[in-house]
């Protein structure tokens, strides 16, 4: 019998960051929440508000909502299911949002040697973690070889000209799957309005993405946490200030099914068709753009502990890796993550 970890709890559970407030209010603050892309978003903003709270969640809601009418594959009807449902090959126009998430993936894709691969959408649906819903057993070899045959960056063609942005595939059985990068995409568009409005102090999130710029309600600056890998709630492992950056983490620890005792995650090896086997428990990125930290997160936890240090050396990342050992976790992070950490953290 398969034990589920279902996603709807696990995203309630604040996904691996939450914010840390401890103390009393000195200026005003409003807070936004709401559900979007089956896990939830938050804004916070402190000191003068240009509208009431009323509008500007209305227009968080419409952009939010755009984003999933663009890339849900959770909608049969939004422009990237209708490019999945396409049986042809010939190049489909797209928003320009779009185009931007997936000529992030591609540069991502290429750099870790396709280990973060958007096409790896049937063997999402493969193993259950997709819009299909939970499978019943786990796939057999024969069914990962039939929708590995599927999977290849190689396949998709971005192409920008004077009339717009298309997609093209050269299998008309390829299924773009952008769930990962989708978070990351919300809060840079929540930036977006953020910077329209002139509002300088914010914390927005989309489930485990996260920006900030300026101070919170009591005047000091943002602080995210970032969760230790357990089932529970709460327990912190270590705090950063972003200081207008953007925080993201990828972990195999929420999101995950069980069977006969082993635990199957969310996050597939394109390389075997199959969940993660190694000890990398969860990748937390910190870049410029929320897209860009959302995009390597899952491609240094295919990668695993050794393979994801070394190319975020390399990439001179912001990368904090915890991984499993006999006796608990243990974490190592770039020079360039250490920067962010909160004052007290040192
Ligand atoms: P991440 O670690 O960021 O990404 C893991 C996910 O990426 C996997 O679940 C899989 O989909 C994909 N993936 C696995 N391996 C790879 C790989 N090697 N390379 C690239 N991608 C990989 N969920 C719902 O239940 N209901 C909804 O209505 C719903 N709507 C959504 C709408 C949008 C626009 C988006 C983007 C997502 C939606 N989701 C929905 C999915 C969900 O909320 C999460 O986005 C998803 O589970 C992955 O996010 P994560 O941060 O948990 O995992």
Known sequence: ????????????????????????????????????????????????????QQQLQQEIDALLEQANNDISTYRDTSVLSRFNQYRGTEAQPIPRGMADIILQALRIGQDTHGAMNITVGPLVNLWGFGPEKQPTKIPTQYQIDNALKQVGLQHLKLISDNRGEWLQKDRPDLYVDLSTLGEGYGVDQLVNLMMRHGITNYLVSVGGAVSSRGVNGQGRPWRVAIQKPTDKENAVQALVNLQGYSISTSGSYRNYFEQSGQRYSHV???????????????????????????????GLMVLGPEKALKLAQEKGLAVYLVSKTDTGFSAIMTPQFNAFLAPDQH
């Open 268 to 298: 597939l090896d394109p390389a075997t068709g199959r969940p993660i086997t190694h000890k990398l428990v969860s990748a937390t990125v910190i870049a410029t753009t929320a897209l860009e930290a959302d995009g390597w997160d899952t």
């Open 1 to 52: 019998m398969a034990h589920l970890f279902t996603k709807g709890l696990l995203l309630s559970l604040a996904l691996g960051l939450m914010t840390a407030c401890d103390d009393v209010d000195t200026r005003p603050q409003m807070d936004i929440e709401g559900k979007t892309m089956g896990t939830f978003y938050s804004v916070k903003i402190s000191g003068e508000i240009p509208q009431s």
